[in-house]
């Protein structure tokens, strides 16, 4: 949406005085000291502007992976933009809807970081805590181990100092970590999918797409932790828990910064003061951390940011802002899949929430998953014999654990 940035020459005062009058001047040789110190100058600032450009990339890889995107509502932001002469999705909203809309566009703004800031923190307790327990010689009823001590002591140590910086490229290292570890669990996520693959029982209604739960699915599949589905006893997804763990409190900052940034243009103008910006900070994460000490369940707080948050912010107030704004006939393509976009994520988002309310899904926190356990024989089918799933349990339970 933003035009292309401008040419910043770095001339002396004189020098801009003259391009500025447009005299001709003959070329006048500087000296060496002045020269080499303008060299080191443009050096300085090539560096520093290609550190800014890593920088941004990582934080921006990072915030990809960790939220998730969809990519004709970018395109229809975009259009949105050059349409309303605007720059940023908040003044769209405030061009087209004036300041009711962009309340609720901050509203929505904020909340979604915020609960994925809980959910980060719900996740990180409880994936390093199955992580911990796998130490030799640790009770797994020590409290050090238990989910609200990870959750503390990874605020104090890890989120909370990272989310102080006031400048997001200073996470740009962090958030090159973070891609990096994302990497090595789609490893061993795709390893473990090839050697288990062979074992796994047959289960009916396996290839079953849609129940009458699949729009409570759609706020979850962003976030979901696919490493629940596997037995504790299993050491590479147990080192994939850890890459997992640090991964989700890397990618904590970056939520932080949201919820400050829309803190500070509704309420200070979009600047804080430096004792502002670190009170600010510290009630968003210590509210968010309190809640994630409460709060053990993750389903239920994926569902209700996915379908009140994600929903309006990814389809419906995009497609409505081009609709109200394009001057395109009916039949153009981008108002068609504006017309279609716009009433799916209004029917997901009312009947997500009445479904998340209505029928909870069971909360399964810390349980171990059924085909974990070598007694359970509902794995395979029931015309089978006691002896064949004694073996395949035992076969499945052998390639897992070694």
């Given at each position: 949406?933003?035009?292309?940035?401008?040419?910043?020459?770095?001339?002396?005062?004189?020098?801009?005085?003259?391009?500025?009058?447009?005299q001709?001047?003959?070329?006048?040789?500087?000296?060496?000291?002045?020269?080499?110190?303008?060299?080191?100058?443009?050096?300085?600032h090539?560096?520093?502007?290609?550190?800014?450009?890593?920088?941004?990339?990582?934080?921006?890889?990072?915030?990809?992976?960790?939220?998730?995107i969809?990519?004709?509502?970018?395109?229809?932001?975009i259009?949105?933009?050059?349409?309303?002469?605007?720059?940023?999705?908040q003044?769209?909203?405030?061009?087209?809807?004036?300041?009711?809309?962009?309340?609720?566009?901050?509203?929505?703004?904020?909340?979604?970081?915020?609960?994925?800031?809980?959910?980060?923190?719900?996740?990180?307790?409880?994936?390093?805590?199955?992580?911990?327990?796998?130490?030799?010689?640790?009770?797994?009823?020590?409290?050090?181990?238990?989910?609200?001590?990870?959750?503390?002591?990874?605020?104090?140590?890890?989120?909370?100092?990272?989310?102080?910086?006031?400048?997001?490229?200073?996470?740009?290292?962090?958030?090159?970590?973070?891609?990096?570890?994302?990497?090595?669990?789609?490893?061993?996520?795709?390893?473990?999918?090839?050697?288990?693959?062979?074992?796994?029982?047959?289960?009916?209604?396996?290839?079953?797409?849609?129940?009458?739960?699949?729009?409570?699915?759609?706020?979850?599949?962003?976030?979901?932790?696919?490493?629940?589905?596997y037995?504790?006893?299993?050491?590479?997804?147990?080192?994939?828990?850890?890459?997992?763990?640090?991964?989700?409190?890397?990618?904590?900052?970056?939520?932080?910064?949201?919820?400050?940034?829309?803190?500070?243009?509704?309420?200070?103008?979009?600047?804080?003061?430096?004792?502002?910006?670190?009170?600010?900070?510290?009630?968003?994460?210590?509210?968010?951390?309190?809640?994630?000490?409460?709060?053990?369940?993750?389903?239920?707080?994926?569902?209700l940011?996915?379908?009140?948050?994600?929903?309006?912010?990814?389809?419906?107030i995009?497609?409505?802002?081009?609709?109200?704004?394009?001057?395109?006939?009916?039949?153009?393509?981008?108002?068609?899949?504006?017309?279609?976009?716009?009433?799916?994520?209004?029917?997901?988002?009312?009947?997500?929430?009445?479904?998340?309310?209505?029928?909870?899904?069971?909360?399964?926190?810390?349980?171990?998953?059924?085909?974990?356990?070598?007694?359970?024989?509902?794995?395979?089918?029931?015309?089978?014999?006691?002896?064949?799933?004694?073996?395949?349990?035992?076969?499945?339970?052998?390639?897992?654990?070694?």
């Amino acid at each position: 949406m933003r035009a292309g940035p401008r040419r910043q020459h770095l001339l002396p005062p004189q020098d801009n005085r003259a391009a500025m009058g447009y005299q001709r001047q003959d070329p006048v040789i500087p000296p060496q000291r002045d020269l080499d110190d303008r060299e080191t100058l443009v050096s300085e600032h090539e560096y520093k502007e290609k550190t800014c450009q890593s920088a941004a990339l990582f934080n921006v890889v990072n915030s990809i992976i960790g939220s998730g995107i969809i990519d004709f509502s970018l395109i229809l932001l975009i259009k949105g933009g050059a349409l309303s002469g605007t720059d940023t999705y908040q003044s769209l909203v405030n061009k087209t809807f004036g300041f009711p809309g962009y309340i609720l566009l901050s509203v929505l703004q904020f909340l979604y970081p915020f609960i994925a800031m809980i959910s980060y923190n719900i996740i990180a307790g409880d994936t390093l805590s199955k992580v911990f327990q796998r130490i030799p010689g640790v009770d797994p009823e020590n409290v050090f181990i238990g989910r609200h001590f990870i959750i503390g002591l990874s605020t104090v140590t890890f989120t909370l100092p990272l989310s102080l910086y006031r400048n997001i490229a200073k996470l740009g290292k962090v958030s090159l970590i973070s891609t990096g570890l994302t990497t090595l669990i789609l490893g061993i996520v795709m390893a473990r999918a090839i050697s288990l693959g062979p074992h796994i029982p047959k289960t009916e209604d396996a290839w079953v797409f849609a129940k009458p739960n699949a729009i409570q699915a759609v706020g979850v599949m962003s976030f979901g932790d696919l490493f629940e589905n596997y037995c504790r006893n299993d050491d590479l997804v147990t080192f994939g828990r850890f890459c997992y763990g640090v991964t989700v409190i890397l990618t904590y900052p970056m939520e932080c910064f949201v919820t400050r940034e829309v803190i500070a243009n509704v309420f200070f103008g979009g600047n804080l003061s430096s004792v502002f910006h670190i009170v600010v900070t510290v009630m968003v994460i210590t509210v968010a951390t309190l809640v994630s000490l409460l709060i053990d369940c993750l389903g239920i707080v994926l569902e209700l940011n996915g379908v009140l948050c994600a929903t309006p912010l990814i389809f419906i107030i995009p497609s409505a802002c081009y609709l109200k704004l394009s001057e395109e006939p009916r039949t153009h393509s981008d108002k068609i899949m504006s017309y279609v976009m716009l009433p799916i994520g209004a029917a997901v988002m009312v009947f997500g929430f009445v479904m998340a309310i209505t029928n909870p899904q069971d909360c399964t926190h810390g349980q171990e998953m059924f085909y974990c356990f070598p007694d359970n024989f509902s794995l395979t089918n029931t015309s089978e014999s006691h002896i064949q799933q004694t073996t395949q349990l035992s076969i499945l339970n052998i390639s897992i654990f070694q």
